[in-house]
T-cell receptor, first 111, second 115 residues
Framework: ETGVTQSPTHLIKTRGQQVTLRCSSQ?????VSWYQQALGQGPQFIFQ???????GRGNFPPRFSGLQFPNYSSELNVNALELDDSALYLC??????????FGPGTRLTVL | AQSVTQPDIHITVSEGASLELRCNYS??????LFWYVQSPGQGLQLLLK??????LVQGIKGFEAEFKRSQSSFNLRKPSVHWSDAAEYFC?????????????FGTGTRLKVLA
């Protein structure tokens, strides 16, 4: 059974650029949640996708958007990158949300 | 409001000593509770979880946690700490709000182990 995978592992962008992060959910899971973990902080909920629709959102601006595909994989897109967007981005998959299984994360650095 | 508080930002213990990391939560319903460990530059590893039943939960690496509803606490313990336990520890509560189930994390406790 393959766990949650994320790509890329690391990436560096400059302020104002756009970035896409990818997540493949664990087999049998239909829900994907995204979290942002800034340096020295706990992860913060960005949003959740279920059946290809956004199913709840945390306190993040609209320039954070996402997609979920028919195979339940997901993308997180961030437009107009700001320095404060530098963080570890964690994807978690679950079956209807109760127990979430986290991927290894993508570390984004914005210069 | 739903929240998780980890009162200790840093804790230092000697190798072989016992450990207790504190976690308090605020959540109106019966909580699902979790403890995760994170090594520098790494993702989250689940140590243990509480959904229901026995309030003393055993996890991996010799960790245990006790759910105390009256105190809204879910403290993590280990009887004898190893140098490899040095890491950051996060407590989380699973919270449902308007059909969305999300995790709310504390700010973490960084554990340092002295040889």
């Amino acid at each position: 059974e393959t766990g949650v995978t994320q790509s890329p592992t690391h990436l560096i962008k400059t302020r104002g650029q756009q970035v896409t992060l990818r997540c493949s959910s664990q087999s049998g899971h239909n829900t994907v949640s995204w979290y942002q973990q800034a340096l020295g902080q706990g992860p913060q909920f960005i949003f959740q996708y279920y059946r290809e629709e956004e199913n709840g959102r945390g306190n993040f601006p609209p320039r954070f958007s996402g997609l979920q595909f028919p195979n339940y994989s997901s993308e997180l897109n961030v437009n107009a990158l700001e320095l404060d967007d530098s963080a570890l981005y964690l994807c978690a998959s679950s079956f209807h949300g109760h127990e979430q299984f986290f991927g290894p994360g993508t570390r984004l650095t914005v210069l | 409001a739903q929240s998780v508080t980890q009162p200790d930002i840093h804790i230092t213990v000697s190798e072989g000593a016992s450990l207790e990391l504190r976690c308090n939560y605020s959540y109106g319903a019966t909580p699902y509770l979790f403890w995760y460990v994170q090594s520098p530059g790494q993702g989250l590893q689940l140590l243990l979880k509480y959904f229901s039943g026995d309030t003393l939960v055993q996890g991996i690496k010799g960790f245990e946690a006790e759910f105390k509803r009256s105190q809204s606490s879910f403290n993590l313990r280990k009887p004898s700490v190893h140098w490899s336990d040095a890491a950051e520890y996060f407590c989380a509560v699973g919270a449902r709000n308007s059909g969305t189930y999300k995790y709310i994390f504390g700010t973490g406790t960084r554990l340092k182990v002295l040889a």
